[in-house]
C-alpha cells in the first residue's frame, strides 16, 4: 500500500473520552471510530490487525480440528425460551421484533443455536464428537461499556462448541481447546495465564479464563508464586492469615459518634481494624441474608453466592437494612439477629475471631466484646473472602500474589446443560438414547487487538507484535524529492511486496518528522529509512520499533535482512 492512497488519518491530540491506553492509540493510529456507545468502525489499519488475528485463530482452531460454519446474528425468542434464557439474559440481550411482531435476539453467544444445529443434524455416536466454530459478530447490552473495543457493544468473537458422547471425550475436547487457546496465545505474543474461573466436579477445573497481563485489566488474578495455582479473584479460594479479634471478653454497648468506616470506627475504640467484624446485609433467592467479614477484608459477593447456593443476589437497600434490623446501615450487627430471622452466613475468618466489634443495632452505636456462640450464632460458616496478596495458596501454602489481568478467552465444559434443555439426543451404541455432553470456548476477536496494545506500546504509539501488524514493514524516503532514494525505496517496495511481505511505502510529500512521528504511533514492527546523505555512501537505515537505535545495512543488503526479519518475526512463536 502506499500511503498517499492509505486511509490512514492519525490524530495528535489525545482524545478526551479514552480511559486506557489501547482505547487512545487506536483512536490516535486512526484504527477505529466511534460510532455510538460501544459500537466502533474498524478503519482499514484496524481491520487488518482484526484479519491477521482472525487467521490465527482460524488456523489453530482448525489445525486443532474443528470445523467452521456460521450461524445468523438474529435468532428467534422459541429458541432461547427453551433453556429459559429469552428470560435469564436478561436487558444484556438485544432484541427486535419483525414487521410480523415476531420476537428475535441479537446473539450474545450462540448455545441455543449450535445446539439447534447439532440435534437436527446428528443422530448417531458415528458422528461424533464434532467442535463447531464461527467467527461472527455479537451483540451484548453491556452496563458499561467501555475502553474503546475492549468491551464494545458489538464486537467480534471466535465461538467454538464440542458436542461428544460422554464425559470423558467431552473432556478431551476441552483440553484439546485449551491447548489451541495455548497455541493462540502464544503466536499472538501475549504474555498471559490461563486462570481457573470455576472449579466444578469434573476433572479439577471445569472452566477457565485467559488473561493477558495488564494493569488495566479489569479482571483480578490470584497466583501462586511457588505452584501453578492461579484462579481469577472471583472465584480464587483464600487461605487468610488468622489474627486480631481482640475486642474485649464482656459485651459493651459504646458511643461511636459519626462513625463511618471500619478504619474511623477502629481507631475510635482504640483497636486495630481486625478486631472488628462487618454485617453487609444481601437479599439472597428473596431471603433476607446477612453476612459477616473480619474487618479489615472484603466480601467475594460471588463466592458468597455460591455458597448460599442462591441464583441471585443483591444488596439489601438502607430502607430493606432500616426496617428488618430496626438500625440504619453501618450500625445493624449480629447480636440478636436471629430473633429477626435474618439468615446469617460468617466468614471463616470470623468463626476464629474470640471476640470483636460489632454493629450496635442503634444509630451512632458499636458493641465491643461481641463472642461468637455466646452473643450470636450464624446458620453457617464458609469461606466468602475476596482473595488478597498475601493469603495462602490452597493448593500448596505458598504466598499468592495479585495481578490485573484481560480476559481473552474463556474455555467451558458445559455437560448437558443445553442439550437436556433442549432434548438434543443421539442414539449411542446400544440404540439407546442420550444428551450430548458439551462444551463452548469463546475469543474475543477485537478484544485481543485492544488487549495487545495494552502490552505492547510506548510514549510514542504501539509496537505491534509482527504476527499481527497491520503492515509488517514500512519503508520511508525521507523526502520523495530525492530522486535516487525514492526510485530505491519504491523498487524495495514491490520486491518486498512481490516477496509476501505486508508493506508500506510512505510516499507522502510531508516533512520526514511527522513520517517519523507516524510510523512510531501506528506501530510497524519495522522501518526501512532511505536518506540522502547515508544514500550517496550505499547505505539504508533499518530500525525496529522496539528497539532504540537503528543499523545502517548496505543498500543492496535490505531487501534480504527485511525479509528474513519479518519471515523469523512471524514464525518464532509458531509451534
Ligand atoms: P467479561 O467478563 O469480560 O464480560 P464474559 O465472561 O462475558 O467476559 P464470555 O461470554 O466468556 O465473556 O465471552 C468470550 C470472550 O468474548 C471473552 O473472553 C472476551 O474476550 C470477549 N468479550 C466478552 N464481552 C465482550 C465485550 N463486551 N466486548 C469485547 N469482547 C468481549
Ligand atoms: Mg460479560
Given at each position: 500500500m502506499r500511503w498517499s492512497n492509505a486511509l490512514i488519518n492519525t490524530v495528535r491530540e489525545t482524545p478526551k473520552e479514552a480511559e486506557t491506553i489501547s482505547h487512545r492509540l487506536m483512536i490516535r493510529a486512526g484504527m477505529i471510530l466511534k460510532v455510538g456507545s460501544g459500537i466502533y468502525d474498524f478503519l482499514p489499519l484496524g481491520w487488518r490487525v482484526i484479519k491477521k488475528i482472525t487467521n490465527i485463530i482460524r488456523e489453530e482452531m482448525d489445525a486443532s480440528g474443528a470445523q467452521e460454519l456460521l450461524m445468523p446474528v438474529l435468532s428467534p425468542s422459541e429458541l432461547w425460551q427453551e433453556t429459559g434464557r429469552w428470560q435469564l439474559y436478561g436487558k444484556e440481550m438485544m432484541r427486535l421484533k419483525d414487521r410480523h411482531d415476531k420476537e428475535w435476539g441479537l446473539g450474545p453467544t450462540h448455545e441455543e443455536v449450535i445446539t439447534d444445529i447439532v440435534r437436527r443434524q446428528i443422530n448417531s455416536y458415528k458422528q461424533l464428537p464434532v467442535?463447531?466454530?464461527q467467527i461472527q459478530i455479537k451483540f451484548r447490552d453491556e452496563i458499561r461499556p467501555r475502553f474503546g473495543i475492549m468491551r464494545a457493544r458489538e464486537f467480534m468473537m471466535k465461538d467454538a462448541y464440542s458436542f461428544d458422547r460422554d464425559e470423558e471425550g467431552a473432556l478431551k475436547s476441552y483440553n484439546n481447546m485449551f491447548e489451541a487457546y495455548k497455541r493462540i496465545c502464544r503466536r499472538i505474543g501475549f504474555n498471559y495465564r490461563p486462570v481457573e474461573a470455576d472449579s466444578g466436579a469434573i476433572g479439577g477445573s471445569s472452566s477457565a479464563e485467559f488473561m493477558v497481563l495488564a494493569d488495566t485489566g479489569e479482571e483480578t488474578i490470584i497466583y501462586c508464586g511457588k505452584c501453578e495455582y492461579a484462579a481469577n479473584v472471583e472465584k480464587a479460594a483464600a487461605i487468610v492469615e488468622a489474627k486480631g479479634g481482640n475486642a474485649g471478653e464482656e459485651l459493651q454497648k459504646v458511643h461511636t459518634p459519626d462513625i463511618r468506616t471500619v478504619e474511623e470506627l477502629a481507631a475510635f475504640v482504640k483497636m486495630a481494624p481486625e478486631d472488628t467484624a462487618k454485617t453487609i446485609f444481601y437479599i439472597a433467592d428473596n431471603k433476607f441474608t446477612a453476612a459477616m467479614m473480619r474487618g479489615d477484608r472484603e466480601i467475594n459477593e460471588i463466592k458468597l453466592k455460591n455458597a448460599l447456593g442462591a441464583p441471585e443476589i443483591r444488596l439489601a437497600s438502607a430502607e430493606e437494612i432500616k426496617e428488618k434490623t430496626g438500625a440504619p446501615v453501618g450500625f445493624a450487627g449480629p447480636v440478636g439477629i436471629k430473633d429477626?430471622?435474618?439468615?446469617?452466613v460468617i466468614d471463616n475468618t470470623v468463626a476464629v475471631m474470640p471476640s470483636m466489634v460489632c454493629g450496635g443495632n442503634e444509630k451512632d452505636y458499636h458493641y465491643t466484646g461481641v463472642k461468637r456462640g455466646r452473643d450470636f450464632e450464624e446458620d453457617m460458616t464458609a469461606d466468602i473472602a475476596r482473595a488478597e496478596e498475601g493469603d495462602s495458596c490452597p493448593k500448596c501454602g505458598g504466598k499468592v500474589k495479585a495481578q490485573k489481568g484481560i480476559e481473552v478467552g474463556h474455555v467451558f465444559y458445559l455437560g448437558d446443560k443445553y442439550s437436556k434443555a433442549m432434548n438434543a439426543v443421539f442414539l449411542d451404541e446400544q440404540g439407546k438414547t442420550k444428551e450430548f455432553v458439551m462444551g463452548c470456548y469463546g475469543i474475543g476477536v477485537t478484544r485481543i487487538a485492544a488487549a495487545s496494545i495494552e502490552q505492547n506500546h510506548d510514549e510514542?504509539?504501539?509496537?505491534?507484535?509482527?504476527a499481527i501488524a497491520p503492515y509488517e514493514a514500512a519503508v520511508v524516503p525521507v523526502s520523495i524529492k530525492y530522486k535516487e532514494g525514492y526510485d530505491y525505496c519504491v523498487e524495495l517496495y514491490e520486491k518486498l511486496k512481490?516477496?509476501?511481505?505486508?508493506?508500506?511505502?510512505?510516499?507522502?510529500?510531508?516533512?520526514?518528522?511527522?513520517?517519523?512521528?507516524?510510523?512510531?504511533l501506528v506501530g510497524f514492527p519495522l522501518r526501512v529509512v532511505v536518506g540522502?546523505?547515508?544514500?550517496?555512501?550505499?547505505?539504508?537505515?533499518?530500525?525496529?520499533?522496539?528497539?532504540?537505535d537503528f543499523q545502517l545495512l548496505d543498500k543492496d543488503a535490505v531487501f534480504e535482512r527485511v525479509r528474513e526479519i519479518v519471515e523469523e518475526g512471524k514464525n518464532k512463536l509458531k509451534s
Open positions: 467442535n463447531l466454530y429477626k430471622g435474618i439468615k446469617l510514542n504509539g504501539i509496537i505491534w507484535p509482527m512481490a516477496a509476501g511481505v505486508d508493506v508500506i511505502l510512505d510516499d507522502r510529500d510531508i516533512s520526514p518528522g511527522v513520517k517519523f512521528k507516524d510510523a512510531d540522502e546523505k547515508n544514500f550517496k555512501d550505499g547505505r539504508v537505515e533499518v530500525k525496529m520499533r522496539k528497539e532504540k
